[in-house]
């Protein structure tokens, strides 16, 4: 007897190290080739596919529809699809479906015909751009969404922009933000009606913003640490940015005619980021602070600075995810990736 319950408890710890759950790898994808392609050679390591297939009007008309030849590989490899649903008709349009009863009805309906009819796992919404006063009615949108879907078994996700420490912060470009992109967001009660929250961490510094990184690790863990306290463990998902910036002086003339500081910056994704840095002779830096890669080089006698989230500061990021014990992960976006970056990931047990 006492042999076999040594067996049962080294098997149980045996399985304890190897039968724990891999931390969901979502990634996000666009209707571009280079996305596309991403997905089909790295289709393997891919947890939850969230494309970015459809958009709802102010009237609850939802349009759009699915990659045939993507939707299909999916099902081949037994890959969970969740679309998502975003905005097509800017902040008043949203605000005007928010409180719209007939109109969010007419959503729900189309998005559980579409699921049915091309078999979807369920939606993503990503909705943002969001003023802070229609912070109850999003939620009440999610609550009626998610109790549509859930009777019909179907998930809810949410992507959320960041918005520790809760409230609008000191400068302008905070209250700016906290008015119409973070302040939206009630993480408590998403978390609650929601299936699984992806919390955007990153954009910490964007083309509104002086150069900086994309999503430097000590405000990800500030980030992190905050939804903790609102949202389970088990119904977060880190979000870990595969594009980068790269930020330079632009044209002081609008178009108007009339001059302003321009500050400018552009996307720029790992195909053109390292070329860029090999083209310019650039020293590529590594930040032990930030946990990410950087360059800058001269143009016209002006520095220009790029800022590139890499193979290396994933791997940061993706032990952080372990490290807490989080559901998984939200890349952003399929094709913009270091190729070194799924070097880091499993193959994902279907």
Same mark, same amino acid.
């Given at each position: 007897m006492m042999k076999k319950?040594?067996?049962?408890?080294?098997?149980?710890?045996?399985?304890?190290?190897?039968?724990?759950?891999?931390?969901?790898?979502?990634?996000?994808? #666009?209707?571009? %080739?280079?996305?596309?392609?991403?997905?089909?050679? !790295?289709?393997?390591?891919?947890?939850?596919?969230?494309?970015?297939?459809?958009?709802?009007? !102010?009237? *609850?008309?939802?349009?759009? *529809?699915? !990659?045939?030849?993507?939707?299909?590989?999916?099902?081949?490899h037994r890959l969970?699809?969740?679309?998502?649903?975003? #905005?097509?008709? @800017?902040?008043? *349009?949203?605000?005007?479906?928010? /409180?719209?009863?007939?109109?969010? %009805? =007419? #959503?729900i309906e189309s998005m559980l015909q579409q699921a !049915?009819? /091309? @078999?979807?796992? @369920?939606?993503?919404?990503?909705?943002?751009s969001i003023s802070w006063t229609d912070r109850d009615a999003y939620t009440l949108l999610v609550k009626q969404t998610a109790e549509a879907l859930h009777k019909h078994g179907l998930k809810l996700s949410i992507a959320v922009v960041p918005n520790g420490p809760g409230h609008a912060g000191e400068g302008q470009f905070s209250k700016w933000m906290w008015q119409y992109w973070r302040g939206a967001y009630d993480l408590a009660a998403l978390g609650k009606y929601a299936d699984l929250v992806c919390l955007m961490t990153y954009d %910490? =510094?964007?083309?509104?913003?002086?150069?900086?990184p994309v999503d430097a690790m000590p405000w990800m863990l500030d980030q992190l640490k905050y939804a903790l306290t609102l949202v389970p463990k088990e119904k977060l998902s880190l979000g870990i940015a595969l594009y980068g910036y790269r930020w330079y002086t632009g044209n002081p003339v609008r178009d108007d005619g009339t001059e302003a500081s321009n500050i400018s910056a552009t996307y720029i994704d790992a195909d053109e980021s390292f070329p860029l840095a090999k083209e310019q002779k650039a020293v590529v830096q590594w930040d032990p602070v930030e946990h990410e890669s950087w360059y800058y080089f001269y143009r016209d006698g002006m520095r220009e600075w790029v800022f590139m989230p890499d193979a290396h500061s994933f791997r940061d990021r993706y032990a952080l995810v372990k490290q807490y014990d989080l559901e998984g992960f939200c890349a952003w976006v399929l094709g913009a990736e270091d190729p070194k970056v799924w070097d880091e990931l499993p193959v994902v047990e279907r």
């Open positions: 319950l040594a067996c049962f408890l080294v098997a149980a710890l045996a399985c304890g190290v190897a039968c724990a759950k891999q931390p969901t790898a979502l990634f996000y994808l #666009m209707g571009t %080739q280079k996305s596309t392609n991403s997905f089909i050679a !790295n289709i393997d390591k891919i947890g939850l596919l969230v494309p970015t297939w459809y958009g709802v009007d !102010n009237q *609850g008309l939802v349009s759009g *529809g699915p !990659n045939r030849y993507v939707l299909d590989l999916a099902k081949q969970p699809v969740e679309p998502i649903i975003s #905005m097509s008709a @800017g902040r008043k *349009g949203f605000h005007d479906l928010l /409180h719209d009863e007939i109109a969010k %009805q =007419h #959503m !049915n009819e /091309h @078999g979807y796992d @369920g939606y993503q919404f990503d909705f943002e %910490q =510094h964007t083309r509104w913003t002086t150069p900086g």
